[in-house]
């Protein structure tokens, strides 16, 4: 075998050097297809006189309603993590409610035989937990948001009312399906719209949304500083059916209200119980004859529809002040985060 020469290259060397040549080559391709463009003129400086905007915007709820597409983008990503991997997907919002109803209607209406003192109780008792559901919904989901988007809040240049008010348009998207059920059931029943009805469905609706909304948008910025309140609100709601007469009438509260003055004053100021007794009023009552009603006693407070109209406007309030206390904490967001 012949012995190889000190300066016969080696096979990395002549790899090394084909390797560059195909490079050279192909950078010679590329330099004839690009077309090359003279410029002619003066060059100029670029000087970029605007004002700076701030990390988060100043807009506030309303900032967060004129970006619908944003808006939507959030309740799908939302919806998407709910049910993702899930066989039921929507179906949980017909299963969850179903369950609780039954064991409701099972332990108060059967074993404590609570369906003999109130006419429709089936009925009764689902309109109550309908909307009890829809605002403790909105308001667990609005007391997680932030904390739960952490990684969006910290990136992303967006109103991050945006958060709770999404979690406020899931659970209307869950309780949609619980509402057409209810409609139907009354409407088997002869359940009858009228103005007064229509009225009454306004109020209440009015008065659930804002105040859920209020407590969902105060509760998901004090979260993000200590978190134990989403541990709180979640305690609260699991004792929030009894705190409405949804599994009781209410004339069991009224005929105590001479003796426990204030006791009554601070049942019926609670602005899910006023919320409930009107939806009561929309989908129940119209269904009770006029004998089962005599039979009743007094179903609903005297002062019902002043109560709302007050309420509903101490909850206005409620919830411009929250999001005062939510701007003007937001900043302190990312480092809490």
């Not at 002549?14 to 390797?19: D, E, G, L, Q």
């Not at 066989?87 to 209607?105: D, E, I, K, N, T």
């Not at 099972?106 to 404590?112: D, E, P, S, T, W």
């Not at 409407?187 to 009454?200: R, Y």
Request: hydrophobic share 50%.
């Amino acid at each position: 075998m012949t012995e190889r020469t000190e300066t016969s290259p080696t096979r990395e060397e002549v790899r090394a050097a084909r390797r560059a040549r195909r490079a050279r080559k192909q950078a010679r391709r590329e330099a004839r297809a690009m077309p090359v463009v003279e410029m002619k003129g003066e060059r100029q400086t670029r000087v970029v006189d605007a004002e700076l905007l701030p990390p988060s915007p100043k807009g506030g709820m309303r900032e967060v309603f004129q970006q619908w597409y944003l808006l939507k983008l959030i309740v799908r990503r939302q919806l998407a993590q709910q049910y993702s991997a899930s066989l039921l997907g929507l179906m949980w919002s017909y299963v969850q409610p179903a369950l609780r109803f039954v064991v409701y209607y099972f332990a108060i209406g059967l074993v404590l035989q609570m369906h003999k003192d109130v006419p429709n109780f089936a009925l009764h008792l689902f309109a109550g937990m309908v909307f009890v559901h829809y605002f403790g919904e909105t308001w667990n989901g609005g007391t997680r948001s932030i904390w739960a988007n952490r990684a969006l809040v910290q990136k992303m240049r967006m109103p991050r009312e945006v958060f709770p008010v999404a979690a406020m348009v899931t659970a209307a998207y869950h309780t949609l399906p619980q509402m057409l059920v209810l409609v139907v059931a009354c409407a088997v029943l002869g359940w009858t719209p009228s103005w007064a009805v229509l009225g009454a469905l306004a109020l209440g609706i009015s008065l659930i949304v804002t105040f859920a909304m209020a407590m969902g948008l105060f509760f998901s910025a004090i979260n993000v500083f200590a978190r134990d309140f989403q541990n709180i609100v979640a305690t609260v709601m699991q004792f929030m059916h009894f705190l409405v007469p949804m599994i009781y009438p209410f004339e069991r509260i009224y005929s105590a209200h001479d003796s426990h003055r204030w006791l009554y004053e601070i049942y019926v100021a609670n602005p899910v119980a006023q919320g409930v007794m009107l939806m009561q009023r929309v989908f129940w009552y119209p269904t009770v004859d006029e004998s089962e009603r005599a039979a009743l006693g007094q179903s609903f407070p005297p002062d019902q529809w002043v109560r709302g109209l007050i309420t509903l406007a101490i909850s206005v309030v409620l919830l411009w002040l929250a999001q005062r206390y939510f701007s003007r904490v937001e900043n302190k967001f990312p480092e809490r985060l």
